[in-house]
Each structure stands twice: as C-alpha cells, then as structure tokens.
C-alpha cells in the first residue's frame, strides 16, 4: 500500500491497521506550499499534505525528510516546516492549521521515529544506553525556540557512534 502525500482519511486509516510508517518530504509545506494550494492542486488538496497530526491521533508514527537534490538536507528544517507548516512565500500562510504538530513530535519525526521506519529503533535514534552515540550540539534549545525559527539553529558539533565528526570553527 502507498500513502500519497495528499492521502484521504480512508487511506490513512488502512494505512494505521497495516502498520505503515510514511515518510513525508515535508519541505512540500514550506517551499511548495503556496503553489500547491493556490496553482497546481487546489485548497483542499494541499490541506491534506504530509498530515502529521492526524497520524499521531491514529497512534503511528512518521519520519520527516527531503528529496535532495530537489529540496536541501536539513533535518532541523523538517522539524521546524512540521512544527510550523508555514510556506516561504508572501504573504506567509499555515498550511492547514490543524496538521502542526509540537517541537517535540517534529523532532522525533527526525530521530527516533526514523529509526523506527527503518527497524533500527533499538540501535540508533535517541541517546540510551546500549545504542549508538550518534547526536548534535546545537547553539540553541529548539524547545524554547519558535517553531519557524528552529531552521536557523546552528550545530556546533555533531558526533557519530561517540566519536567527534564535526566541530565548528
């Protein structure tokens, strides 16, 4: 079964029974959000892209991601397009309100629940003993930080399987 990025209530739900955890490129919200919703699918369409509250009501989980090279990597701006649903272009808009989802479900959506996609949840995807070391530093707590403005927090350092990989200058 496939989730389409515009899916029905009817799919997700088959979709919940069967165990499905989709992977949205949730950068569509941000950077294609106006041209889906006002050119190319309509309103009501676009309000069902990447419906990442509705997947939590259901109990599944999710992971955020990019098509690169189409859209960057940035796995802190997937969190912060999930968080805040608001399209780049002005006038700024949320697309569809009801589909944001808190800081903390828009980062498991690039941590734990990637992990979880990939069956690797036991291994990698949040700090715990027995599992790989692999996190970040950050120049700013992105809990306390304004949904749209996680995009812009800075990582200091980042660290894979315990060992330092990147430090900035």
């Given at each position: 079964m496939s989730i389409s990025q515009y899916q029905p209530e009817t799919q997700i739900d088959k979709a919940a029974?069967?165990?499905v955890v989709p992977g949205f490129t949730i950068g569509h919200t941000d950077y294609w959000g106006e041209a889906f919703h006002n050119h190319l699918i309509g309103a009501e369409r676009a309000d069902r892209i990447d419906p990442s509250a509705t997947m939590i009501k259901?109990?599944?989980?999710f992971a955020y991601h990019s098509d690169s090279p189409v859209s960057p990597i940035h796995p802190l701006k997937y969190a912060s397009e999930g968080a805040s649903r608001l399209w780049q272009v002005a006038?700024?808009?949320?697309?569809n309100p009801s589909q944001k989802v808190s800081i903390n479900n828009a980062l498991k959506a690039i941590t734990i629940d990637v992990a979880y996609q990939l069956k690797m949840d036991d291994k990698i995807g949040?700090?715990?003993v027995g599992k790989y070391a692999d996190f970040v530093i950050v120049n700013q707590n992105p809990m306390k930080t304004d949904a749209y403005k996680i995009r812009d927090i800075e990582v200091n350092e980042?660290?894979?399987n315990g060992k330092q990989v990147f430090k900035k200058q």
């Open positions: 029974k069967l165990g259901k109990g599944m989980h006038p700024q808009k949320v697309l949040s700090v715990e980042t660290w894979v």
